[in-house]
């Protein structure tokens, strides 16, 4: 019930493309949900994040969909370029009186995108 | 610049040896993280620490041992006890807000290879 499954966990899109990895989890006490973006022998950058009272939150070309009944949210990447592939994570939290700040990771989405 | 810092970038050992990474913040960040990355696969927490002189063990903590002595600096050694040390170490850190959860950001992570 902890797990959070991401897919695909490889992709390839075209330049100018849209790229959409999607995340799924059990928990309904996730109430946060980031997305990281991770380069070869980097540490991963927060790229952008949802909370469960919105659908959608977008941010230039990178859109979180959330879908609540479902317990899904995916990651929507509009007009894809090369610098933009690098191995993408999504992750949750789970809200709690001690309010940790744990995360629970997927297991991250290898982009490419051909030029 | 304010920021994570993990040093070394880079760290080779022999087996049987006990080694400590290290992590810095300047944030004023309360929490700490430890993870462990290994090829193809997501975010496994090795330990966390909410407050100066306590930590938790998180999914992965055999073999691993914490100290939190200053709010800036969590470092992480990782002993003989640990069957496979070789992997990709990233830190992080965040505040942690009232009724939610906050945003992690991680260093730029220390590559140990044990021989």
């Known amino acids: 019930q902890q797990q959070v499954k991401q897919s695909p966990q490889s992709l390839i899109v075209q330049k100018g493309g849209i790229s959409i990895i999607n995340c799924a989890y059990e928990?309904?006490?996730?109430?946060?949900f980031p997305w990281y973006q991770q380069f070869p022998g980097k540490g991963p950058a927060l790229l952008i994040a949802?909370?469960?009272?919105?659908s959608e939150k977008k941010e230039g070309r990178f859109t979180i969909s959330f879908n609540k009944s479902a317990k899904q949210f995916s990651l929507h990447i509009m007009d894809s370029q090369p610098g933009d592939s690098a191995t993408y994570f999504c992750?949750?939290?789970?809200?709690?009186?001690?309010?940790?700040?744990?995360?629970?990771f997927g297991q991250g989405t290898t982009l490419q995108v051909k030029p | 610049d304010g920021g994570i810092t993990q040093s070394p970038k880079y760290l080779f050992r022999k087996e049987g040896q006990n080694v400590t990474l290290s992590c810095e913040q300047n944030?004023?960040?309360?929490?700490m993280y430890w993870y462990r990355q290994d090829p193809g696969q997501g975010l496994r927490l090795i330990y966390y620490?909410?407050?100066?002189?306590?930590?938790q063990k998180g999914d992965i903590a055999e073999g691993y041992s914490v100290s939190r002595e200053k709010k800036e600096s969590f470092p992480l050694t990782v002993t003989s006890a640990q069957k496979n040390p070789t992997a990709f170490y990233l830190c992080?850190?965040?505040?942690?807000?009232?009724?939610?959860?906050?945003?992690?950001?991680f260093g730029p992570g220390t590559r140990l290879t044990v021989t």
């Open positions: 620490s909410q407050i100066v002189n306590d930590f």
């Open positions: 928990n309904t006490a996730f109430d946060y």
């Open positions: 992080a850190s965040s505040t942690l807000g009232k009724g939610g959860s906050s945003e992690q950001y």
């Open positions: 944030l004023n960040h309360d929490a």
């Open positions: 949802i909370r469960p009272d919105v």
């Open positions: 992750a949750a939290s789970i809200k709690g009186s001690s309010n940790t700040g744990k995360l629970i």
